[in-house]
C-alpha cells in the first residue's frame, strides 16, 4: 500500500469523456441561463473563468513532495493541494479585502497576493536548500534552465532526479500563484455580486444588513470550489512537477478541461442557494 | 470489517444522529446538539475507511488531497441542501446526501475520465467522499447551532439598546464559523489514515484513531457554540466529547501498544543526588 507512489494518471484524452464533460458544462450554464439569464449568468461564467485559472496556474506551481525535503528531487517540500490552496488563499484574502475599489483593483490585489506568498515561499525553499542543507539547484528533466541558460548537469548528484529549485521552477512558481490568486478572487467577487444582489429581496433586508451574509457565503463557496480544482489539477500532475519546462505541464489541457466541468457543477449549486 | 459494512454502518448512523438533532426543533430545547457531533464522529469514521480504500491504488498527490476535496465538495451541497425547504426541514439530511452523492459522482467521473486517472473506485469513492464531507459539515453546524435549517443558520440576534434584532453578521454563516467547521472537519478525515498508512497499518487502530479526531473536532464546536447556544446545553456537548475524546485516545493507545514491536515507558530524567 502506498499513498505516495503514483499509480493513475495516464498519458492522453478520452473523446468521449470530454464531450460528456462539455455537455455537462454546457447544461450547467443553460440551466443558470434560463432561469436568471442576468446576474446569474455572468456569475457563473465568471466561476468557471476562475477555475480554469487556477487548474491552468496549479501546472507552473514547482511540486517536490516528500523526495524534496530529501534532496532527491527539485521543487518545494510538499504537496500540489497545501501549495495551491496556500498561494490561492493569499491571493483570496488579498483580493478580498479589495473587493470595494472594484473589479479591476480586486483582481490586481488577488494576483499580487497569490504571487508574493509563491514568491515568499520560494526565496525561503532557496535559502533552506542552500545554506540550510547544503544542496545546489539543479533541474532534471532539462539540462539547461530556459531563462538564465545554466547548465545543470555537473551540479546534479548521482541517483536523484535533480535537486533544489532552479530559476525557472521559482519563475514558475510565481506564475502559478498570480494565476490561482486570479482565480480565487474571481470566483469569490462574482459569487459576491451574485448573493449581494439577490439576498435583500430573498431575505426582505436592506443590502447593508446582508453584506455580512453575502461575505460569508462567497468566501465559504470560493474556499469549497478552490480546493476542488486544486485537487483535481494535482490529480492530473499525480505528484511532483518542476515547473512549465516539466514534459507534465503538456497534460495541462486536460485539467483546464476538468476544472471548467467541475467548477460550473459546484457553481450551480452554489448559485442555486439564492434561485431556488 | 468490510467496506460494505463500514460504510453501512455510517451512513445510516450519521443519518439517523442527525434526525436526533431535530428533537431540539420538536421539544424546545437545545440539549440534543450533541447528536450533530456523533453524526460527524459516524461520517468521519467512514470516510477513514474509504479514504483508505482509495489511496490504497496510489493517487500520487498524498492523503490530505482527499480530504481536501471531501470537504470542499461536501460544504457547497451541504449549504444548497439546508436551504432547499420545499419539502420542509425534515428532509434535509437525506437531501444533503442525496445533492452530495451527485456532486461527487460528477467530480469523481471529471477526475476519473477526463484527467485520465483510470481507478477502478475513483467515482464511487469520490462521491462517498463528497457525502462524508457533506455529512460532517451538517452534524457539525447542527452541533454548534442546534438546527440545521438555512433560515435559522443565516439569523443571529444581537442586542441593541436592550432590544433584540435580527442581525445576519452575527449569525452561523454570516460570521464565517462554518470555516472553522470546514477545516476541522477536513483535517479530521484526512488525518487518521495519513498518520496510520505503512506496512503494519491495520483497520481498527486506523478507524479508532478516526473517531478520536472526530470526537476532537466535537470538542473544539462546542466549544464554538458557546455563541449560539445556552450555557447547559454547551455544558451538555462539551462532557459528551471529552467523554468520547478520553475513551477513543485510550483505546487508540492501546491499539497502537498492540501493533507496537516493542515498547518502552520512559522515565523522566532525574536529577542526580548531591553526594
Known amino acids: ?276 | 470489517m468490510s467496506h460494505n459494512k463500514v460504510l453501512g454502518i455510517g451512513l445510516i448512523g450519521a443519518i439517523i444522529c442527525m434526525y436526533l438533532t431535530y428533537l431540539n426543533t420538536l421539544l424546545g430545547v437545545q440539549y440534543f446538539s450533541f447528536f450533530g457531533g456523533i453524526a460527524a464522529v459516524f461520517a468521519l469514521w467512514w470516510g477513514t475507511d474509504t479514504i483508505k480504500h482509495l489511496c490504497s491504488y496510489g493517487l500520487g498527490t498524498g492523503v490530505p488531497s482527499a480530504g481536501m476535496i471531501a470537504l470542499g465538495s461536501g460544504v457547497i451541497a451541504m449549504i444548497l441542501a439546508t436551504k432547499v425547504n420545499t419539502f420542509g426541514p425534515l428532509v434535509i439530511p437525506v437531501l444533503c446526501v442525496v445533492i452530495a452523492a451527485i456532486l461527487g459522482a460528477i467530480i469523481g467521473y471529471v477526475a476519473n475520465n477526463i484527467v485520465n486517472m483510470n481507478i477502478p473506485v475513483m467515482v464511487v469513492s469520490i462521491a462517498e467522499l463528497c457525502i462524508v464531507g457533506a455529512v460532517t459539515v451538517l452534524g457539525l453546524t447542527a452541533m454548534a447551532t442546534g438546527t440545521f435549517v438555512f433560515t435559522d443558520l443565516i439569523a443571529g440576534t444581537a442586542t441593541f439598546f436592550g432590544i433584540p434584532v435580527t442581525n445576519y453578521a452575527a449569525s452561523y454563516l454570516g460570521g464565517g464559523a462554518i470555516a472553522v467547521v470546514f477545516m476541522l472537519g477536513a483535517i479530521a478525515v484526512q488525518h487518521a489514515f495519513n498518520a496510520c498508512l505503512g506496512p503494519n497499518e491495520s483497520q481498527d487502530r486506523t478507524l479508532m484513531l478516526a473517531a478520536e479526531c472526530g470526537f476532537i473536532s466535537m470538542f473544539c464546536v462546542s466549544i464554538m457554540s458557546v455563541a449560539f447556544l445556552s450555557l447547559s446545553a454547551v455544558l451538555v456537548s462539551f462532557l459528551v466529547s471529552l467523554i468520547g475524546w478520553v475513551y477513543t485516545y485510550k483505546k487508540y493507545f492501546v491499539l497502537s501498544k498492540r501493533d507496537a514491536f516493542m515498547w518502552l515507558d520512559a522515565k523522566p530524567i532525574r536529577e542526580k543526588e548531591e553526594a
Request: proline share 5%.
Open chain 1, 1 to 276: 500500500m502506498s499513498a505516495i507512489k503514483a499509480g493513475g494518471g495516464s498519458e492522453g484524452m478520452k473523446p468521449v469523456a470530454v464531450v460528456v464533460g462539455i455537455i455537462l458544462l454546457i447544461l450547467a450554464l443553460g440551466v443558470v441561463y434560463y432561469l436568471s439569464p442576468g446576474v446569474a449568468f455572468m456569475g457563473l461564467l465568471g466561476v468557471v473563468i476562475g477555475g480554469l485559472l487556477i487548474g491552468f496556474g496549479v501546472h507552473f506551481v514547482p511540486v517536490g513532495g516528500a523526495p524534496a525535503a530529501m534532496g532527491q528531487s527539485p521543487g518545494i517540500a510538499t504537496g500540489v493541494t497545501m501549495l495551491a490552496a496556500g498561494a490561492g488563499l493569499a491571493g483570496l484574502f488579498g483580493g478580498a479585502w479589495a473587493a470595494e475599489y472594484g473589479l479591476a483593483v480586486a483582481l490586481a490585489g488577488g494576483a499580487i497576493g497569490g504571487g508574493l506568498m509563491m514568491a515568499i515561499t520560494c526565496l525561503m525553499v532557496n535559502i533552506i536548500y542552500v545554506y540550510a542543507m547544503g544542496i545546489p539547484a539543479a533541474s532534471g528533466k532539462v539540462a539547461k534552465d530556459p531563462i538564465t541558460g545554466d547548465t545543470f548537469e555537473a551540479y546534479k548528484s548521482q541517483g536523484t532526479e535533480g535537486h533544489g529549485l532552479p530559476f525557472i521552477s521559482y519563475v514558475g512558481g510565481v506564475i502559478g500563484g498570480i494565476l490561482g490568486g486570479l482565480g480565487g478572487t474571481l470566483i469569490y467577487l462574482e459569487l459576491l455580486e451574485v448573493y449581494e444582489t439577490f439576498l435583500p429581496t430573498l431575505l426582505n433586508a436592506s443590502p447593508d444588513e446582508v453584506k455580512a451574509l453575502a461575505v460569508g457565503l462567497a468566501g465559504i463557496f470560493a474556499i469549497g470550489m478552490f480546493l476542488v480544482n486544486a485537487v483535481i489539477a494535482a490529480y492530473n500532475i499525480t505528484g511532483t512537477i518542476e515547473g512549465p519546462h516539466d514534459p507534465k505541464f503538456k497534460r495541462f489541457p486536460r485539467a483546464v478541461i476538468g476544472c471548467a466541468v467541475a467548477s460550473a457543477v459546484c457553481g450551480v449549486l452554489a448559485i442555486f442557494v439564492v434561485l431556488v
